[in-house]
């Protein structure tokens, strides 16, 4: 593995994870109010796109990280529609 898979892997991981304190956030706090369901919904159909994208040109460090973000992703839209 090179230097350009590592950094993709750091960079990946760490974009992934960044939605992580948020859907914390809203699962503890049983609030969703402040999360607009327009972005949610544009935001899971971009990382769905993305995802497909990745695994049509086969580049592993895209396909794990669009995998955990629209993982996350979806844990988000589905506590909007939990608590409205």
């Known amino acids: ?3 350009i898979h ?3 892997y750091i960079a990946t991981f760490t974009i992934a994870i960044s ?3 948020q859907v914390i956030k809203s699962w503890k706090t049983k609030s969703t109010k402040d ?4 972005w ?3 935001y899971v159909i ?3 796109l993305f995802l497909v994208y990745a695994v049509g040109i086969n580049e592993m460090p895209i396909i794990i990280g669009a995998s955990i973000e629209l993982s996350l992703a979806i844990s988000l839209f589905v506590a909007k529609f939990i608590y409205k």
């Open 1 to 3: 593995m090179d230097i």
């Open 6 to 8: 590592i950094i993709g």
């Open 19 to 21: 939605l992580t304190p």
């Open 35 to 38: 999360i607009s369901i327009l």
């Open 40 to 42: 949610n919904s544009i």
């Open 46 to 48: 971009g990382l769905l």
